[in-house]
């Protein structure tokens, strides 16, 4: 029981939203005395709740899953029986054994929204009566904690992440690593699966809402608050379950792109771009946004990679704005242009 208090006290502590993960699987694993534990994720995909099996806890080995680029092959939640006897309940349920005799005793995750998650554990015996009030209070625990996690993680007044934690997403998502170990969770191996195609590089994207302080100088800030809460709304709609998307200050925004082939990396902002400039701001006039954009490798520096993308965003700004630009194009151009000026000096200076 003192590890266990100890191991909860490292749950609070934590700010670090997967080690909460790890950790919460763990301490309910060791309440129950599961063989197995499950943390499943609600995504929201095409109009349907799918399920993403974000950690598996089995031999003392975790494995963390990212929600894939493409959730269509995600299975639905009313594909899975218990689950969705689970999420109509909003309690607690405890499935029929298998063959073996095993069980699943299966919790859900709730935030004000309604259900958006489960821990699933596999079971010999049915808990007791007091194991499943201590598991229910040892959720409601881990469930207050993510609500405080959100809260400071993203902006109050779009919803998406803020520019707070931006640097330690990137951190996160750039190297295909495991997370850092903590001294409760004590895994012989902790293994993240790597992207669907690790072959190609995450990208970075900032984009800026063109001549903002017009619209909050014509119509008032709590006009320019809705604009910038609509931004994010065609943000979420336009991009991938899977990409990362920020409120970085202001009008800018920041989206952290999935492994994506760099053919296809300009038309998905280009895209955006122009949902943008054809959406209807509720009278606030016309809205474009600019927008530059890099590769980021998985050793790169957060630093380096913004400021490659923010060169790109400015170069979008000085061409006229509302375009999309590359940092590798602008890198081209230079190289270019250098070349082509050097070809045209005469002779005589180049030997001079």
């Not at 749950?11 to 309440?31: C, F, P």
């Amino acid at each position: 029981m003192i590890s266990f208090v100890h191991s909860l006290a490292d749950l609070t502590s934590l700010r670090d939203r997967e080690e909460v993960e790890l950790i919460m699987t763990r301490l309910l694993g060791d309440l129950l005395g599961a063989s197995a534990v499950k943390l499943w994720s609600l995504i929201s995909h095409s109009h349907r709740l799918r399920l993403h099996e974000r950690v598996l806890l089995a031999d003392r080995i975790a494995t963390i899953s990212d929600v894939p680029a493409d959730p269509a092959n995600l299975p639905t939640l009313e594909s899975a029986r218990e689950l969705s006897a689970c999420y109509r309940r909003r309690a607690p349920f405890s499935a029929r054994p298998d063959a073996e005799g095993r069980r699943r005793q299966i919790f859900p995750v709730t935030n004000a929204k309604g259900v958006v998650g489960f821990l699933d554990a596999c079971v010999a015996t049915t808990p007791r009566r007091d194991q499943q009030e201590l598991a229910a209070g040892l959720i409601r625990i881990y469930q207050n904690h993510l609500s405080l996690l959100d809260d400071s993680e993203k902006d109050e007044l779009t919803g998406l992440l803020n520019r707070k934690t931006f640097d330690a997403a990137f951190g996160r998502l750039t190297p295909i690593e495991a997370p850092r170990r903590t001294s409760a969770l004590q895994f012989e191996r902790i293994d993240r699966r790597r992207p669907a195609d690790p072959a190609q590089p995450r990208w970075l994207a900032i984009m800026d809402i063109d001549f903002f302080k017009r619209v909050n100088d014509r119509f008032g800030h709590a006009r320019g608050d809705e604009v910038l809460a609509a931004m994010a709304r065609l943000m979420r709609d336009s991009f991938r379950e899977s990409d990362r998307l920020f409120r970085c200050g202001g009008e800018e925004f920041v989206v952290i792109l999935e492994p994506t082939d760099a053919r296809y990396v300009a038309r998905i902002l280009e895209r955006f771009r122009r949902l943008v400039e054809t959406h209807d701001f509720a009278g606030s006039g016309p809205i474009t946004v600019s927008m530059g954009y890099t590769s980021v490798a998985a050793d790169d520096d957060c630093a380096a990679a913004f400021r490659r993308a923010d060169e790109a965003l400015y170069a979008a700004k000085r061409r006229g704005r509302n375009q999309v630009i590359s940092h590798e194009e602008l890198a081209n151009e230079v190289f270019a242009a250098a070349a082509a000026s050097q070809a045209a000096r005469p002779a005589a200076l180049i030997d001079a």
